[in-house]
């Protein structure tokens, strides 16, 4: 016994490092995706900012060539201008230097006057010999300087540190998820956190064989969410977060793993009445089931009377609980769950079609005769709803039948406490208590349902709510109501 107790301990301790070694391998190879990534990123930010400063080169190029356009453009008018006014002067000038040879006193005082009044109006005398523009450049002023010394300034932006999960603070309740964290150090840059969950069977370290995906929540603000509206149909959740700057996320905090403990079944089509089409949590009536089938069903009911459910294997905790009997008949149009209660506190929900003629929800003892049905024998109880003709509402057990006043639910929450001896019926919307039996418990018991003309559908996987908790305590503290079907 110490020998294999040591072997054991070993075979667990191996299988943890082969865990961890594939851990590590997965580490590493993360290490370079995530490294050729903030290169790549590094590549992009730095392009962006030659992108800026390129478009800023090409912006300030271009404004010092229109001005130098601009300049250029006024000195050549002035140029053109005085060349013009040049050239004029040149001929008057010729035309002075040819009357100075005139002999005739009358021709050269004509001569004069005409220069003269040609000299008093030469363009020459109005030109402004000083530049328009001077070749001094008025936008040759950037000064780069500062933005040097910030860019040798520039530095990776800090890593978030990784959030630290408060288990105490967490709450597992409803089939919702509540989980706090804080951050080791005030960190004012952090943008928003990022939650991951995943669903597994395993109460130790994370592993990366055998487990579903992560499951993402992103742009989480505040350092508290909740998960809502989840099916517990695992034994455990995983939780991680990390935290995130407007630049790069940091590490992820230590997972976290809570256990999602809930009753989860599914209805047994081995052991149905063959007017019922079953299909893991659905039964729908089907009227023809019985005829067209009933050849082929027959011979099937004889191979495999004992054999167990094509979705349970030999092994399976479950497998132990099923009825190994054939299925129901006559008017017990009956399937059972496929797990039993056997202790503690359990609960289901039970949707039925709104057209369904007749239904009962409850439970039962293992093996029910054939004909049984629901809430007609000391071993099952139930509340039945019957639309037919007039609708009436009545809880049943041991044949006998209490009518219910109340109107009917859209969904019916049925709650088995099996230590404590109780089962009750809630609305599961407003969680208004329906009815409550009280019995003591001596055998397992099976969630039962009896379908005629309509489908049901069961939901599973869920935890008893607070509200039926306070409303349990409350009944209980008040010594509660005995039912008159009481066993």
Partial sequence: ETLQRIVSTLVSKNDEI???IDMLNHTISNVQVNSSNA????????DGLYSVLHEMKGSMANTIQQEEARKIQALQDQLSQCSRALESSEELLELAVQSLDIKNPVELLEAARQIKDSVTVASAFRLSLKPKVSDSMTHMMVDFALEKRML???KFLPVPKAPEIDVAACLVADNCITISWRMPEEDSRIDHFVLEYRKTNFDGLPRLKGEQRWELVDYIKA??????GLKFDTKYMNLRVQACNK???GEYSDTVTLETKAFLFSLDSTSSHLNLKVEDTYVEWDPTGGKGQEKVKGKENKNRSNAASPKRSANSPRASVRSSRDRFAGESYTVLGDTAVESGQHYWEVRAQKDCKSYSVGVTYRNPGKFDQLGKTNSSWCIHINNWLQTTFSAKHNNKAKTLDIPVPDRIGVYCDFD???LSFYNASSKALLHTFRAKFTQPLLPGFMIWCGG???STGLQVPSAVKTLQKSENGLGGSTSSLNN
């Fill in 18 to 20: 082969h865990n961890f």
């Fill in 39 to 46: 290169i790549s990123e590094l590549d992009e930010e730095f």
């Fill in 152 to 154: 040798q300034a520039v």
């Fill in 223 to 228: 350092t508290q969410y909740t998960l809502s």
């Fill in 247 to 249: 630049a790069v996320a």
């Fill in 420 to 422: 404590g001896g109780q």
């Fill in 456 to 458: 049901l559908t069961v």
